[in-house]
C-alpha cells in the first residue's frame, strides 16, 4: 500500500510542477464550455423577428404581444407576402419570421388546426433553436390559458422549418457533447503523454525493473487523473448549470457515477494508447486524431448518426462518448434513471473492462524494442 | 538448479555466493536484421567488479537489459543469481540495482523525493540502507531539495546510483555511468565503485572509454554483438601481439603518415601527442628513427612501453 | 601561431533565465587551427557552438566568426561554415549520393559541382561503392566519416564538430581525426567538442569550460607543462579543484 501512495504522490508532483499539464487539465475544459457559453447566452437577445400576420385578428395580436414583451425579441416589423420572407432573411438583422395562417383566429375560435409557422435563420443554429423553443414555449402558454376559458380543445401547432442549415445542432446538445469530449481528450491525452515521458526519460526501465507489478503501475498511473478529471467534470457540469443554465433534472448521484465510470474509460484507454506510442509526440497524435476527429464527427455530437451510412453508424458503436452524450442527456435532460440508461452504462462498462485488460495485458512487463 | 528456487530467498543468497552471479551461455539478440549479441558467453562471480568495454553498438546495453530482465534473449541462457531471467524474472527484479544509459530520474522530483520514491517502490526504508549510500550520497545533502533536472551532471550520476542502490541489491548493473560526466566526478564515481566491492557487492558496468578498463577486476571487450575478449585487465594486455613502442617527434601526423607507408612498421596509432607502434619481424627501432628522420622529422624518441587496454582493442579490430 | 584570426570571442555571455550557460568567454581562434572544445555535458559547450555558427544569438558580447558579426548577420556566417552535430546529421532514407546532392544545393553549388566532388570525395574515402546505398544501411563508422566530410563539402573556412566520436571504436576515432587533419591542412579552421581526453591532445589548442567559464586555454603540451603532470585527465582534475 505505502508503494501505491508513493507511486500515486510522485504522479500528483509531476503533474503540479507542469504547467502545461495542469493548463490542459483546467484551462482548456474552462476556456472551452466558457466560449461555447459566451456566445450561445450573448446572442440570445433582442431577437429580429418579422411577422407575416395573413389573419391579423384578435389571437395573433395577443400572441404577438407576449412574444415581443418576453424581453428576447424585437419586433421587425410587418410582412405583406410570402416572398419578402427571403429578403428579410438576407439584411442579416431578421432571426426568424412568424407566420400566421389566413383566418387563423376563427379557426381558433371553431376549435380548428390553427398553423402557425416559424421560420429562422439557421446559419446561427443555435439562436435558430432557441427561437423556436421560446417561441413554441409562448404559444403553448397561450392556448394553455385558453383551454382553461374554453371547453373547445385548441391546437395550435407550431411548424418550423429551419433554413440555411438543415443540421441543427441543438444547444443543449451542445453542452453533453462538449463534456463527452474533453473529458476523454484530456484523461486519454494526459495518462499517455505520462506515461510516455517515462518512456523517453528512460526512468520506465527502472520502475519496469523493480518489484512493481504492471497492475500497480497502471493503477498508481490513472488514480490521480481518476481524481482531477472528476474534479473536472464537476466544474464543467458546474459551468454548463449556471452559465448555460442545462438542466440536472435526474439523479446527481447516478449521474457523478457515470461520470465516473467514463473517466475510468478514458483513462484506461490513455493507457492503452501508451502502450503503443513510443513517444510523447505519437502519443499526442493518436489521442487528438484517433481520438478526437470521431468523436466529433461520428458521436452524434455534431450530426445525428440516424442520417449517417450504416458503417458509419457502426463505427459511431464503437465510440464510448456516443454513449455517454446519451446518458448524460437522459440524465440531465429528461430526467431518466439507471432504468432507461443501463443499456448504455453496460456497454461502457463493457468497454471499460475491454481497454483496462487490454491496456494491463499489453502493457508489457518488459521494454519494447 | 530448480531445486534451488525452492530454497527461498535467503538460501539462494547464500548458494549464489558461491556460484556465479551472473552465467550466459551463448546468448542471442537480433533487431530486426541486424545482429546485437552473437552467442555470447560470460561468467560473473560474487564480488567482482566486471566492466564490458565497446564502442555504441557492441552489445553492451542489449546484454544488460537481458541481464535485468527487461527484454527477451532471442536464443540461449541467461541466469541471474541463480535463477533464469526469462523465468523467474520476479526475483531478479527484486535483488538486482539497475541505472539505465541516461540517468533515469525524475527531472520534476527533487533528489529526496527521487530517492523516497525508488526506496518505496523496493518497498524499503532510506535510513535501513543508509550505510550503503552514505559516501556517495552525503554531497548531496545540501541539495535535497533542488529538482533533479537542475543537478550537474556529476551530482545526477551520484544521485541515480544512490537510487539504484537504495535497496540493497545482490547485483549492481550500470550501463554507461560515466558518460558524459566531468573527469573529476568519473574519478569520483570508480573510487564509490571500489568501496562497494570491498562490502562485498557484485558491479555489472560498461562504459565506452578505455582507460576506465584498469579500474575493473575484469573486463570484456566486445564490438559489434561479439566478444573479443575476456579476463583482468593484466592478463588482456599479456596477450598483445608483438611489443609495443611509443613514438615522439617534432610532428606527429606527419610522422603517423610515413610510418602507415612503411611495409616495415605492422601498426600506427596516434595516442595522444605520441604514436603507438608495432614493427614488423626483425625491425629494429633504429629503422624508424631513420625513416622519420630522413623525411625532415626531428626530435625522434622512440622506446618500449607496455600496451593499454585500448591498444590491445585496437589490435582485434585491425 | 601567426596567421590570421577567424574567431574572436570577447565577452560572449548566454543566460537562459537566471541559468548562465556562458559567463565572459573570451578567445581567439586562428585560421587552419584545430581548437577543442572541453568539459563535462552542461558546460556550456553546444550552446557556445551555437552561437558561434549563427543557430542562436548571444545575450551580450561580441562574436566575430570569419569576419562577420555573427550576433547580427547569423545567415551571412552560416554561408561560411560547416556543421556536425552530436549525432550524425545525415537522412537515413536517402543515399549517400542523395545526402551530398541535398546538402551541396542548400549551399548553391551547381548539380555538376556537386557530382565532380562528391565522386572525387567519395573516392578519396575510398567508398565509391557506397554512392547509391541508403544512409541507414551504411556501417556506423562510415556515416561518421561521411557526415564530416558533407560538412565541409561546400569548402568552408570553419567547420565546428559537436562530439563527433562520442561512442565511436578507438580505430574509427582515429581514422575520423586523419579527416580532420587533412581538412586542417587544407586550411579549413576546426572547432571540436570530446569527452575523450586523447582526443584533446590532437588538438592545436585546447578551451577547458566549466560552469560556463573557461578555466583554461592553451596548447595541450603546455598546459600540461604549467600544471605540471603527463596526461589532460591530470589537468582537467586540477582545473576543477581549481575551479
Given at each position: 500500500m505505502s508503494r501505491f501512495i508513493s507511486l500515486v504522490r510522485k504522479e500528483f508532483n509531476h503533474i503540479f510542477r507542469d504547467r502545461r499539464t495542469l493548463l490542459i487539465l483546467f484551462g482548456i475544459p474552462i476556456m472551452q464550455i466558457l466560449i461555447f457559453g459566451y456566445v450561445v447566452n450573448s446572442d440570445f437577445k433582442n431577437i429580429g423577428i418579422a411577422v407575416l400576420d395573413q389573419s391579423v385578428d384578435a389571437h395573433t395580436q395577443k400572441i404577438l404581444n407576449k412574444i415581443f414583451s418576453s424581453g428576447y425579441f424585437n419586433f421587425s416589423g410587418n410582412i405583406q407576402n410570402a416572398q419578402g420572407i427571403s429578403d428579410q432573411f438576407k439584411t442579416g438583422k431578421v432571426k426568424a419570421v412568424l407566420v400566421f395562417e389566413s383566418e387563423f383566429g376563427k379557426k381558433l375560435d371553431n376549435g380548428q388546426l390553427a398553423n402557425i409557422q416559424i421560420i429562422t435563420d439557421a446559419s446561427d443554429p443555435n439562436v435558430a433553436n432557441t427561437t423556436v423553443g421560446y417561441v413554441s414555449g409562448i404559444i403553448r402558454s397561450y392556448q394553455g390559458e385558453l383551454a382553461g376559458q374554453t371547453v373547445v380543445q385548441l391546437i395550435v401547432e407550431p411548424q418550423y422549418r429551419m433554413v440555411f442549415n438543415e443540421n441543427l445542432i441543438s444547444a443543449y446538445m451542445f453542452v453533453p457533447g462538449t463534456m463527452a469530449l474533453i473529458l476523454m481528450l484530456i484523461s486519454a491525452l494526459l495518462t499517455s503523454i505520462s506515461v510516455t515521458r517515462e518512456k523517453e526519460l528512460g526512468t520506465l526501465e527502472v520502475i519496469l525493473v523493480s518489484p512493481l507489478r504492471p497492475a500497480q503501475i497502471i493503477i498508481g498511473k490513472v488514480a490521480p487523473y481518476v481524481l482531477l478529471a472528476f474534479i473536472n467534470g464537476l466544474v464543467i457540469l458546474l459551468l454548463g448549470y449556471f452559465i448555460f443554465n442545462l438542466p440536472i433534472s435526474g439523479s446527481l448521484v447516478l449521474l457523478l457515477a457515470e461520470l465516473l465510470l467514463y473517466i475510468t474509460l478514458s483513462l484506461s484507454l490513455g493507457i492503452l494508447i501508451s502502450t503503443i506510442a513510443k513517444s510523447q509526440q505519437i502519443a499526442m497524435f493518436m489521442s487528438l486524431f484517433v481520438l478526437m476527429l470521431p468523436t466529433v464527427l461520428l458521436s452524434g455530437f455534431i450530426f445525428p448518426i440516424e442520417n449517417m451510412p450504416l458503417i458509419l453508424q457502426w463505427i459511431s458503436a464503437i465510440l464510448p462518448p456516443r454513449w455517454f452524450i446519451i446518458i448524460l442527456k437522459d440524465i440531465m435532460l429528461k430526467g431518466n434513471g439507471l432504468a432507461y440508461v443501463w443499456n448504455e452504462t453496460l456497454i461502457l462498462l463493457g468497454m471499460t473492462l475491454i481497454f483496462l485488460f487490454a491496456a494491463i495485458r499489453k502493457f508489457s512487463i518488459r521494454l519494447q524494442v | 538448479m530448480t531445486a534451488e528456487s525452492k530454497l527461498g530467498c535467503r538460501a539462494n543468497y547464500f548458494w549464489s555466493m558461491n556460484s556465479p552471479i551472473v552465467e550466459c551461455r551463448s546468448i542471442s539478440k537480433k533487431y530486426g536484421e541486424i545482429p546485437a549479441l552473437v552467442n555470447f558467453d560470460i561468467d560473473i562471480s560474487a564480488g567482482e567488479v566486471f566492466g564490458m568495454i565497446g564502442?555504441?553498438?557492441?552489445g553492451k546495453t542489449t546484454l544488460f537489459r537481458i541481464l535485468s530482465t527487461l527484454i527477451l534473449p532471442d536464443s540461449g541462457r541467461a541466469m541471474v543469481l541463480g535463477h533464469d531471467?526469462?523465468?523467474d524474472y520476479r526475483y531478479i527484479r527484486k535483488s538486482i540495482g539497475f541505472m539505465p544509459g541516461r540517468f533515469s530520474l525524475y527531472q520534476d522530483l527533487t533528489v529526496e523525493e527521487n530517492l523516497k520514491f525508488y526506496a518505496s517502490v523496493f518497498g524499503v526504508k532510506i535510513r535501513d540502507n543508509y550505510h550503503l549510500i552514505k559516501d556517495i550520497y552525503s554531497p548531496l545533502e545540501p541539495f535535497r531539495s533542488r529538482r533533479a533536472g537542475k543537478l550537474s551532471g556529476g551530482m545526477k550520476q551520484k544521485l541515480a546510483l544512490s537510487c539504484a542502490l537504495i535497496h540493497k541489491p545482490m547485483l549492481l548493473i550500470l550501463d554507461e555511468p560515466t558518460t558524459g560526466v566531468d573527469a573529476v566526478s568519473r574519478k569520483e564515481f570508480w573510487d564509490h565503485l571500489g568501496t562497494l566491492q570491498t562490502d562485498g557487492m557484485t558491479i555489472l558496468v560498461s562504459t565506452p572509454?578505455?582507460?576506465?578498463?584498469?579500474?575493473?577486476?575484469r573486463l570484456a571487450m566486445v564490438q559489434k554483438g561479439h566478444l573479443l575478449d575476456i579476463g583482468k585487465p593484466d592478463e588482456i594486455r599479456s596477450r598483445f601481439n608483438g611489443t609495443l613502442f611509443q613514438l615522439t617527434s617534432s610532428d606527429r601526423y606527419q610522422a603517423l603518415l610515413i610510418c602507415r607507408n612503411s611495409k616495415q612498421i605492422s601498426s600506427v596509432h596516434a595516442f595522444g601527442q605520441t604514436l603507438h607502434l608495432t614493427l614488423a619481424d626483425g625491425v629494429q627501432t633504429e629503422f624508424v628513427e631513420n625513416l622519420l628522420i630522413d623525411q625532415g622529422i626531428v626530435e625522434v624518441v622512440i622506446h618500449e612501453i607496455p600496451p593499454s587496454i585500448e591498444d590491445c582493442f585496437m589490435q582485434y579490430l585491425t | 601561431m601567426e596567421s590570421e584570426t577567424i574567431i574572436e570571442v570577447r565577452d560572449l555571455v548566454k543566460r537562459f533565465g537566471s541559468f548562465i550557460a556562458n559567463d565572459h568567454l573570451s578567445f581567439t581562434v586562428a585560421k587552419g587551427e584545430i581548437f577543442g572544445f572541453l568539459g563535462a555535458n552542461g558546460a556550456g559547450k553546444t550552446t557556445a557552438i551555437r552561437i558561434l555558427s549563427g543557430l542562436s544569438s548571444p545575450t551580450s558580447g561580441y562574436v566575430f566568426v570569419a569576419g562577420i558579426d555573427a550576433s547580427r548577420y547569423p545567415e551571412q556566417v552560416k554561408k561560411s561554415i560547416g556543421y556536425m552535430c552530436q549525432r550524425f546529421s545525415l537522412y537515413e532514407d536517402l543515399t549517400v549520393f542523395e545526402n551530398i546532392r541535398l546538402y551541396g544545393g542548400v549551399y548553391g553549388l551547381t548539380l555538376k559541382e556537386i557530382v565532380l566532388r562528391s565522386d572525387e570525395m567519395l573516392s578519396r574515402l575510398g567508398i565509391t561503392d557506397l554512392r547509391d546505398r541508403l544512409i541507414r544501411s551504411v556501417p556506423l563508422g562510415w556515416r561518421q566519416k561521411l557526415a564530416f566530410s558533407v560538412a565541409i563539402f561546400h569548402q568552408p573556412n570553419i567547420v565546428f564538430l559537436d562530439e563527433p566520436t562520442g561512442g565511436v571504436d578507438p580505430v574509427t576515432r582515429r581514422q575520423f581525426w586523419d579527416l580532420i587533419y587533412e581538412a586542417s591542412r587544407a586550411g579549413i579552421t576546426v572547432f571540436v567538442t570530446t569527452h575523450y581526453m586523447d582526443e584533446a591532445e590532437y588538438c592545436d589548442r585546447v578551451c577547458i569550460l566549466s560552469e560556463g567559464k573557461i578555466q583554461a586555454i592553451g596548447n595541450p603540451v603546455e598546459l600540461k607543462r604549467s600544471f605540471n603532470v603527463t596526461s589532460m585527465d591530470e589537468v582537467f582534475i586540477k582545473v576543477a579543484r581549481n575551479a
Open positions: - | 564502442p555504441d553498438g557492441a531471467v526469462v523465468k572509454y578505455m582507460d576506465e578498463a584498469q579500474r575493473c577486476g | -
